[in-house]
């Protein structure tokens, strides 16, 4: 079996502030990790993905950034957060005979 | 570049009907997937189809893929309220474990 863990589960930001979303698994399952948001009322947008420690592929320009450090742990973070930013960061990780995808219980982020 | 379109996006349905959520996608991918999201929660996963013609069921649900025509469908058999929910299709590109959504449909379900 795997498990994802994400925090903070809920975060409230002002603009300008520094972020960081912390992902961990555990279980036996596939070394790519994934990180994805989801705006309001909208469906989720693939941000960035690793397929091992420091490696980082960037999806979209953005105001983000992602590491990871450990091979069970990848982070998501900003120096400086914009309004924009606000959504909801799903962490996800492949099952390790690709039938699926599993994604952790998510960080609400609101900057404010 | 891979798109990913649901209709409709919104479905209001009474309970005990039937109904389908299409899901076309624009270029060749080995994988489809069906989630389910209830409000304010994370993705739950329903079904991973692999393959041209394949079908999977659990419950009042089923999911089959269409390479060929690049949709899949979900049917919803004989709703009851727990179905209510949001439904995402997503499409794996380039098999790589990379998903691109499409914008879901939101199911509600009435007596």
């Known amino acids: 079996s795997q498990t994802i863990h994400q925090w903070p589960a809920t975060l409230v930001q002002p603009v300008g502030s520094p972020l960081s979303l912390e992902c961990t698994v555990e279980g036996t399952s596939n070394p790519n990790l994934y990180w994805y948001r989801q705006a309001a009322g909208r469906g989720l947008q693939l941000l960035f993905y690793?397929?091992?420690?420091?490696?980082i592929s960037s999806e979209v320009p953005q105001n983000l950034s992602a590491s990871r450090p450990q091979d069970r742990q990848f982070i998501l973070s900003s120096k400086k957060l914009l309004l924009s930013d606000s959504g909801f960061y799903l962490c996800?990780?492949?099952?390790?005979?690709?039938?699926?995808?599993?994604f952790g219980e998510g960080s609400w982020l609101t900057v404010v | 570049e891979l798109k990913v379109e649901q209709n409709p996006l919104f479905l209001s349905m009474q309970e005990g009907k039937n109904y389908t959520i299409y899901c076309n996608y624009s270029?060749?991918?080995?994988?489809l997937y069906w989630y389910r999201q209830d409000p304010g929660k994370s993705l739950e996963s329903l079904f991973v189809l692999l393959s041209n013609g394949a079908v999977k069921q659990e419950g009042r649900l089923m999911a089959s893929l269409d390479t060929k025509a690049r949709l899949s469908t979900l049917h919803i058999t004989a709703a009851v309220h727990d179905l209510s929910a949001t439904y995402f299709c997503?499409?794996?590109?380039?098999?790589?474990?990379?998903?691109?959504f499409g914008t879901g449909t939101r199911l509600q379900v009435f007596p």
């Open positions: 996800a990780w492949p099952d390790r005979r690709g039938n699926t995808i599993y």
């Open positions: 997503a499409v794996d590109w380039g098999s790589t474990d990379k998903l691109i």
């Open positions: 270029t060749t991918s080995d994988r």
């Open positions: 690793s397929v091992g420690i420091g490696q």
